[in-house]
């Protein structure tokens, strides 16, 4: 049975200082946009726009940038479903672009993704916020918004479940475990 | 999805779903700046097309060439394919090439199926079109085409909607094609045409059938009209051009009696004054255009879902 690390509360509140971190470093919410990585990082995105717009009073454009055509693991698997790429009308040229994703763990998501960005425009800077971050990277990649620093070891699976994305009314939280077959909502 | 698309019977409701799922991402693509994605960097697409072909060879070309394929352009006019080599001889030329996938056109039914299923290549085929069997690929633009008109893009957006399908069936692959895969998408589909081209065993295919093209057009939420196809035709089929597009031509004054929202299809080429008069095919209900920038982007999700994985997982 997976341990609950964080409850509802605990990732309201990180949300809430990672949006205020992200207008601190930038310095206001003039030139940024939110981009989630699907799935569980466009419910975040969205999120932390909210939260963003309740402080400034300034709508942030946020969207979704899919991966999957940039994976490295693309050919060792069959054919995955592609999700969602959504650029805001704005588009992302001289723009400050958070990537926003629930888990951090080998970095190659955000690689892909990096490379992703660079098919759609050229921001002029691009930081990374997740809600966990497991470690065990096996790229040169690190956060610049964390929601909670989760020491795992690499059996462990750290599942994220958000209220969006859940069918059966349950509620957000995260949770940790030794591997179930097909855990639903597994993330790497 | 299985490892070739030979036929459009091929498809599972699930499987057609999804290649119009993932058409619609894939078709955001042509918006952007840069027109391309790595999915399928270091593969071979061959195009061998035995048969005449520009829209369809143009398609599947764009569609490769986005998706970072590298693409061989075979055409039988100028290569040893005119001089006589067998198709199995071409096939084993292609094997040797280390081709991924072969894109085939063949004037004769069933070159496709020999092709993959020979133990000539192991690459994925994809029918581009033989003779007058099928056309599976432009089934699936004109489904994708329809979903986003009439079914809201979702899936199960196509259930109970009514097609009809116009002209010369007997000798058009696209409407055998049509036929089998608007049905498994829960479309009713009605083939219209005069009697001496509509083939036999026409209803085995599971379409209703009528000669009557004015009772028709009022009920039907799309028309597909089908260009007749003289060069296939050998014997006399209508009395004269005249006749035909006076019976079953798709002219200003039967476009009146559609429903508002019914659209106007074309598989292309057409030819303008016979089916279709120039002033229907230039419409607002038309969607002619429409479907060949749908024609790429589904090409896309065909090769990406045939390609895109491992090869061991996706042979089953």
Do not use: C
């Amino acid at each position: 049975m997976p341990a609950e690390v964080l409850d509802a509360r605990d990732i309201a509140r990180a949300l809430t200082r990672i949006s205020h971190e992200i207008l601190e470093r930038n310095k206001g919410a003039g030139d940024l946009v939110l981009l989630g990585i699907p799935r569980r990082g466009v419910p975040l995105a969205h999120r932390i726009a909210d939260r963003i717009s309740a402080v400034e009073e300034y709508d942030v454009p946020v969207g979704s940038l899919d991966i999957t055509m940039y994976r490295d693991d693309l050919r060792m698997k069959p054919a995955r479903t592609l999700l969602p790429t959504e650029i805001p009308a704005g588009g992302i040229d001289g723009k400050v672009v958070v990537l926003v994703d629930d888990v951090l763990f080998s970095g190659r998501t955000i690689r892909a993704a990096l490379d992703a960005l660079s098919d759609v425009g050229r921001p002029r800077a691009v930081q990374l916020a997740v809600l966990v971050d497991r470690g065990h990277r096996e790229l040169p990649i690190r956060a610049d918004f964390v929601g909670k620093n989760l020491p795992t070891s690499l059996a462990e699976r750290v599942s994220v479940r958000l209220a969006e994305l859940e069918d059966d009314g349950s509620v957000d939280s995260v949770a940790i475990g030794v591997p179930a077959p097909a855990t639903k909502g597994e993330s790497a | 999805m299985k490892r070739h698309l030979l036929s459009a019977a091929d498809l599972t409701r699930d499987d057609a779903e999804l290649v119009l799922t993932t058409a619609a991402e894939l078709r955001s693509l042509a918006d952007r700046p840069i027109k391309k994605l790595p999915a399928l960097r270091g593969r071979t697409v061959v195009n061998l097309f035995f048969e005449d072909s520009t829209r369809t060879r143009i398609s599947f070309e764009a569609a490769a060439k986005r998706l970072s394929a590298d693409v061989i352009n075979f055409a039988a006019k100028g290569s040893s394919l005119s001089k006589g080599e067998s198709l199995k001889d071409t096939a084993l030329t292609l094997e040797a090439m280390g081709a991924d996938a072969v894109v085939i056109r063949h004037s004769a039914s069933g070159a496709p199926h020999r092709l993959a299923h020979s133990g000539w290549v192991r690459s994925s085929v994809v029918n581009a079109g033989d003779g007058t069997h099928e056309h599976p690929t432009q089934a699936l633009l004109d489904a994708f085409t329809l979903w986003r008109h009439l079914g809201d893009s979702k899936p199960g957006g196509l259930e109970g909607r009514r097609v009809a399908i116009v002209g010369d069936v007997l000798h058009s692959r696209v409407a055998r094609s049509n036929a089998l895969l608007l049905q498994t998408l829960g479309a009713e589909v009605t083939l219209v045409g005069p009697p001496t081209l509509l083939p036999v065993g026409v209803e085995n295919w599971g379409a209703e059938t009528s000669y009557d093209l004015d009772a028709v057009l009022p009920k039907v939420d799309a028309v597909m009209m089908l260009r007749v196809q003289r060069e296939r035709m050998q014997g006399g089929f209508f009395p004269t051009p005249r006749e035909y597009s006076r019976r079953y031509g798709l002219d200003g004054r039967r476009m009146a009696t559609l429903q508002d929202h019914t659209i106007v299809m074309h598989p292309g080429p057409m030819v303008r004054g016979m089916e279709i008069t120039a002033d229907v095919a230039d419409s607002s209900r038309s969607v002619i255009v429409e479907q060949v920038t749908n024609g790429v982007a589904v090409r896309m999700a065909v090769l990406y879902l045939l390609l895109g994985g491992s090869e061991s997982e996706s042979n089953e």
